[in-house]
């Protein structure tokens, strides 16, 4: 007798035509883009595409597709959430394949929930296509490991821009969370938080521990720091960092001072622990 390796089906889970596709771009380097994603523009009729999507992966974009740009960022002047959602309901009721281009991937502090609640209550059909996220790719492009068996046995995605009028994140209790756990902290959108960041974390935390803080990752124009907890704010100023960055806290990062010889210096007064660099090309 043989055995069916098929999935069962479920007749009561009929799917439908597939209308939009959430597609994570990733942190900028379209050679980090997923073959999934780029079948998703090929396939698209319509893109809305994210303030964060590098204009190389724009360029991917076929020519037969209307391009809506969709400027999405903490600190700027935004599209209203939901007003792209309601571009999104009505260009998929009208019969248009539409992709939703974001930086990252959707469903790490990219709203991807809403949207797909959003056109899922409007009766239309979603595919979620993830995408390498910028805190993964900016510690990887340091050749640094978000995890490790003797410095970090768990990673923390954090943001450090919370909703108007809510309580911001408990800085102290994650610290002491990270210190006895041995954990990696990755934190979005934290650059305008930073002295609040600061502040916490230095609650829980030796304040040696190290920090990385890296703008644009994974972009030709990617610079980062490398510095103390104790200097974070200092250094972001300093070296007049902006968003989009990625700050990471953790002992993964004690290995980047044996890597300070490989890596151009922009600034020959830098410390041990402090230094400023373009990305390799």
């Not at 999934?36 to 037969?64: F, G, M, N, Q, R």
């Not at 938080?193 to 703008?215: D, H, N, R, W, Y």
Request: glycine fraction near 8%.
């Amino acid at each position: 007798m043989k055995t069916s390796l098929n999935a069962p089906t479920h007749p009561s889970k009929v799917s439908k035509p597939v209308q939009v596709k959430l597609v994570g771009a990733g942190p900028g380097d379209p050679e980090l883009l997923t073959l999934k994603a780029l079948k998703a523009l090929e396939w698209a009729s319509v893109v809305l595409v994210d303030d964060l999507v590098s204009e190389a992966i724009c360029d991917l974009i076929p020519t037969h597709c209307r391009k809506i740009h969709v400027g999405k960022r903490g600190g700027c002047k935004s599209t209203p959430q939901a007003f792209i959602e309601k571009l999104m309901v009505q260009n998929a009721l009208n019969g248009e394949r539409v992709v939703r281009l974001k930086g990252g991937d959707p469903f790490i502090f990219g709203r991807g929930g809403e949207e797909v609640e959003s056109l899922n209550s409007a009766g239309i059909e979603v595919e979620v296509i993830n995408g390498i996220t910028s805190g993964l790719a900016a510690l990887t492009s340091l050749g640094v490991p978000l995890t490790h068996r003797e410095h970090a046995h768990g990673v923390v995605f954090l943001t450090g821009h919370g909703q108007p009028n809510a309580p911001s994140q408990d800085w102290a209790k994650l610290a002491a969370s990270a210190h006895s756990l041995k954990l990696t902290l990755i934190i979005y959108m934290g650059i305008g938080s930073s002295q609040s960041i600061q502040t916490g974390l230095l609650k829980g935390l030796p304040k040696e521990t190290p920090v990385a803080v890296i703008e644009r990752a994974s972009s030709p124009e990617q610079r980062h720091v490398l510095t103390q907890l104790q200097n974070l704010c200092a250094q972001i100023q300093d070296h007049q960092l902006s968003s989009p960055a990625v700050i990471v806290v953790g002992n993964v990062l004690k290995g980047m001072a044996c890597l300070k010889d490989s890596i151009p210096e922009r600034h020959a007064h830098t410390s041990e622990l402090e230094f400023i660099s373009h990305k390799m090309a």
